[in-house]
């Protein structure tokens, strides 16, 4: 279990690694998740920030669908998102954010 707290514009680029939960206790966390053998473009070593204001829109419609591609949503309050294993994974802070994760 870890909790952590985020800045807004504050996030986590691309990665991966095995399921877990992740819940926002307060302010708001936009998720990007592709499905298991679809790799996103991005650079490892830019900010969610950098690449949804310079790369999503070209990310997007030229290589994902939403089918078998990018999922693009927004956790509030009290909500969960089960992210499954392998799925490369970026969260973005929508303002203060405080969140907790578990890992399975």
């Excluded at 994974?89 to 907790?100: D, E, K, R, S, Y």
Aim: net charge negative; with cysteine; aromatic share 18%.
């Amino acid at each position: 279990l870890s909790f952590g707290i985020g800045g807004s514009g504050t996030g986590v680029p691309f990665h991966v690694h095995g399921g877990g939960f992740s819940e926002v206790l307060w302010g708001r966390k936009r998720w990007f998740l592709t499905e298991e053998g679809v790799v996103p473009r991005f650079d490892p070593n830019r900010t969610t920030l950098y690449w949804l204001q310079n790369d999503y829109d070209e990310t997007v419609p030229a290589n994902l669908s939403f089918l078998g591609g990018l999922y693009d949503c927004v956790i509030e309050p009290g909500e969960v998102l089960w992210f499954p294993a392998n799925w490369y994974h970026a969260t973005l802070n929508i303002g203060q954010t405080v969140f907790m994760s578990t890992f399975v």
